[in-house]
């Protein structure tokens, strides 16, 4: 008996317990989708994270996928990947470049892993028979999840971002299970509702529309929560007769009904939040102490600047597969936005379909850039247009960077066009290459189709001293993520070399090539990782800061006082 009464207290204090001490901000979205949930959680996060408040987050999306990683870039964007190899929602990357934090793949939770996790149990025999059902099995594995996320990640303040719209059929168990956790844990100080809705504004005369949103919260309010905080996205601020008018029909503090006009940056959304008092509002109402200010938000206004008022402009031709789709390249987007902000530089992105290469004059396709780009992807489509691309910048020396895919394309190039090796090409596009100076990883040779593993994660590079690599990285090693199956052939390692690409980075164990800078051009650079992913605001990519910086140079010049350091 006695034992049996200390397993029970010891099992009500692993799980109530900490529940105690744990505090979360949910924020859901209603009207429309696309309304930035992703970004005011992200900014609510790095604005109590600037008053010394530990932050994490999680991202819930109710597709029912696993993850991200098969997902077609085309209807979902790019597939962001974690520390710890994780494939998830481009939010997360995101909250990654906001709050500065290293995430992993508990930090996206999808109705695939609930579903697949609660069958497994029932399969089991751990629900002991029950009859299994959304409410209460499915509600609380969702209410489990985040958390064990939440207290793995021993944050003060966990917030949570609902994907999806109020009222979706998918999202339903969330939002209960977002209930019933605020019930859990004390709906007063521990738990807090954002809710992003949309205020039209309609006419000639410009009057803002309060009904969408007031349905919305009703929506809201029928799934059993009212919201302790609305920010409204408009076109422009909202007057205070339409935010009185929302605070009496919706029953929030006319204080907590927040204006998030069109910023001109996303990164400008902290401070306009920040003008608004809203990280000081969710501090007194969930209780939290406050430390002092970090001088981030400091550093976080003099990013800014550099963005909104740059000395110069630069454009970058991206020479992908996805470029329909810009999301599909929204890492890249954003490292290029960090390295011109400290460049006093504007990058302009000019997206160009790499088929196009097959058909059209290059110098026509590109003229104006100071710079290209040819990213990740995966698939026989249009890689022969972006072989094109990189020898138009490698023999009119315009900068150029490859990324992932982009690495083994300038490798390919380079084989046919220097090494002389005409047949040179990848196992990915033609299987019976009889020059495969891109093959597939040792380790997935004997593996058909896709049920192979990437390499996927971080892993640390070995940088050679004096190379660009080294310059730019400012020192011998890097780690960064990879998302990949292919890579170099070490049996052409040597050829290849001696034809000017070198391979300044290489896996720790020599046996990988990771990054290629071809000697004697202003800037060719290539790598099998993606920097992309480690590119935060206060600290760029390296990678994409030297593209940029080369391409200043190209249209400014030498004298223009731009240095590696």
């Known amino acids: ?325 810009s999301d599909s390249y929204m890492s890249h987007i954003e490292s290029f936005v960090h390295a011109g902000s400290g460049l006093r530089c504007g990058v302009k992105i000019r997206f160009i379909d790499s088929d196009r290469f097959m058909s059209e004059d290059p110098e026509h396709l590109l003229e104006g850039c100071d710079g290209i780009l040819i990213p990740g992807g995966f698939g026989t489509r249009g890689i022969e247009g972006m072989i094109v691309a990189a020898r138009f910048a490698r023999e009119h020396d315009i900068p150029f960077l490859g990324i992932c895919l982009g690495f083994q394309i300038a490798t390919i190039e380079i084989a046919r066009d220097v090494a002389g090796i005409a047949k040179a090409d990848s196992t990915e596009f033609s299987p019976d290459t009889p020059d495969p100076v891109i093959c597939i990883m040792p380790e997935q040779r004997n593996i058909t189709g896709m049920g192979g593993t990437m390499r996927l994660g971080r892993f640390r590079t070995a940088i050679s001293e004096g190379s660009k690599a080294c310059s730019l990285y400012g020192g011998r090693v890097c780690d960064e993520r990879h998302r990949h199956r292919y890579e170099v052939n070490q049996d052409y390692v040597q050829r290849l070399e001696k034809c000017g690409w070198r391979f300044s980075g290489r896996s720790e164990d020599g046996r990988r090539m990771e990054i290629g800078e071809l000697e004697g051009h202003p800037f060719f650079m290539a790598a099998q990782f993606h920097p992309e992913f480690n590119s935060r605001p206060l600290s760029p990519s390296p990678l994409h800061r030297g593209l940029v910086m080369a391409a200043i140079k190209k249209k400014y010049g030498a004298g223009d006082g731009i240095s590696e350091d």
């Not at 002991?128 to 209410?143: A, D, R």
């Not at 000639?204 to 009212?226: W, Y």
């Open 1 to 325: 008996m006695l034992v049996f009464m200390l397993t029970f207290i010891y099992i009500i204090a692993d799980r109530i317990i900490p529940l105690i001490h744990m505090k979360f901000i949910f924020v859901s979205g209603g009207v429309i989708s696309g309304l930035g949930k992703g970004i005011t959680a992200s900014s609510i996060g790095f604005l109590l994270k600037s008053r010394g408040i530990k932050v994490t987050s999680i991202k819930v999306d109710p597709y029912l996928n696993i993850d991200a990683g098969t997902m077609n870039p085309y209807e979902h964007g790019e597939v962001y990947v974690l520390d710890d190899g994780g494939e998830v929602d481009l939010d997360l990357g995101n909250y990654e470049r906001f709050m500065d934090l290293k995430l992993g793949r508990d930090n996206n939770i999808t109705t695939g892993k609930v579903y697949r996790s609660v069958i497994e149990k029932e399969r089991k025999g751990e629900y002991l028979g029950k009859t299994v059902q959304i409410v209460p099995h499915i509600t609380n594995e969702i209410k489990e999840m985040i958390v064990r996320t939440a207290r793995n990640s021993d944050a003060d303040v966990t917030i949570v971002e609902l994907g999806g719209t109020v009222g979706d059929m998918e999202s339903m168990p969330f939002l209960e299970a977002a209930r019933q956790l605020g019930r859990d844990i004390g709906r007063e100080e521990n738990a807090m509702f954002v809710h992003c809705t949309l205020v039209p504004i309609m006419g000639s005369v410009g009057e803002e529309k309060t009904k969408p949103t007031q349905h919305s919260v009703r929506d809201l309010m029928n799934a059993g929560i009212r919201p302790d905080m609305i920010v409204c996205r408009c076109r422009e601020g909202i007057n205070d007769q339409a935010k009185g008018k929302i605070s009496m029909f919706c029953d929030v503090d006319k204080d907590a009904v927040i204006s998030c006009p069109d910023a001109r940056s996303i990164y400008e959304v902290p401070i306009i939040l920040d003008r608004q008092g809203v990280a000081d509002y969710i501090i007194k109402h969930m209780g939290l102490k406050l430390m002092a200010k970090d001088p981030a938000i400091e550093q976080w206004n003099v990013f800014l600047d550099g963005i909104l008022s740059p000395e110069r402009t630069v454009e970058i031709a991206v020479v992908g597969k996805y470029t329909t789709l």
